[in-house]
């Protein structure tokens, strides 16, 4: 009885020494910047949208062949979806993505460039441009595909202009697909 006691009482003393370099690392992962919240951005822009509900003219590309129309009723929600699912603002990635910022040439612009350190990631690259903190372009580089399939969206967003989106997709059995939707405003 007399062995345990001190073996109690040295474990009962080092708990908070061991609780603490945990707490230590798990303050210090919370105070890490988070990722640019794309989802967040995506949201305000459709409700946005939503409410001045512009006239825009959507084109298609689809292997080649072109069509275009001037709509005036949009579903932006359902549009931006893919941006909207592109976004990698979440704690349990903060170390699968790596952050480059700098100075973009002319215009004060900073561009904050995510890119991804695991290969499971979908969104490989995520590219915001901010003048005066407000996002200008945003341009995201995503992997898709099934056992099917391999492919690639590159998704680019410009609140002043519109967006494009750009897909390629090699089909293992089947036409491969090129396709491009490009939305301005009027």
């Not at 080092?14 to 640019?36: I, K």
Request: glycine fraction near 6%; charge should be negative.
């Amino acid at each position: 009885m007399t062995y345990r006691l001190p073996s109690l009482l040295l474990l009962l003393l080092c708990f908070p020494l061991l609780t603490g370099c945990y707490a230590d690392e798990l303050q210090q992962d919370m105070e890490r910047e988070p990722f640019f919240d794309l989802a967040g951005y995506i949201d305000a822009q459709v409700d946005s949208l939503t409410a001045l509900d512009p006239t825009v003219r959507k084109t298609i590309v689809l292997n080649g062949v072109e069509e275009s129309k001037e709509l005036d009723d949009l579903r932006f929600a359902t549009d931006l979806r893919l941006f909207r699912e592109a976004d990698i603002n979440k704690p349990a990635w903060l170390d699968k993505y790596t952050l480059a910022e700098e100075e973009a040439q002319g215009g004060g612009a900073q561009v904050r460039v995510y890119t991804a350190t695991d290969s499971s990631m979908q969104t490989r690259q995520l590219e915001v441009t901010l003048i005066d903190d407000r996002p200008t372009k945003i341009v995201v580089l995503r992997k898709t595909g099934t056992v099917l399939s391999d492919g690639t969206h590159r998704l680019t967003y410009d609140p002043a202009l519109g967006y494009d989106i750009r897909t390629e997709q090699v089909n293992r059995f089947g036409d491969d697909l090129d396709a491009t939707i490009t939305v301005r405003w009027k």
